[in-house]
């Protein structure tokens, strides 16, 4: 599981990295993370998709939290066992049995 959660992470931390460096024009000096190749780019698949270019940040945004809930839904389902356990734990703590009333 830890191999999908490394290849689900590292193309998010790769683009969003480079969109904030990006559209921030923090560039280190290279053409790779400046505004205008930002610009550039999401003028293209606007046109490509033909749609307005300040929408496609956010719609890979809602791309990114759907693929983020799938993910962490097959990872509870796969340790479903384990957290029925700790939410028992966890219930028994902070709403214990109450007791029959004393006469």
């Not at 097959?74 to 966890?90: D, P, Q, Y």
């Amino acid at each position: 599981m830890r191999y999908i959660f490394a290849a689900w992470a590292t193309p998010l931390v790769l683009f969003w990295g480079w969109y904030f460096l990006s559209i921030n024009d923090i560039n280190f000096g290279t053409p790779w993370f400046s505004r205008a190749l930002n610009l550039a780019i999401f003028n293209l698949y606007g046109e490509v998709l033909g749609v307005d270019p300040a929408t496609i940040p956010w719609m890979i945004a809602k791309a990114c939290v759907i693929d983020t809930l799938i993910l962490l839904a097959i990872w509870a389902f796969r340790r479903r066992k384990v957290i029925a356990v700790k939410l028992r734990s966890l219930r028994a703590r902070y709403f214990p049995a109450e007791s029959a009333p004393s006469v």
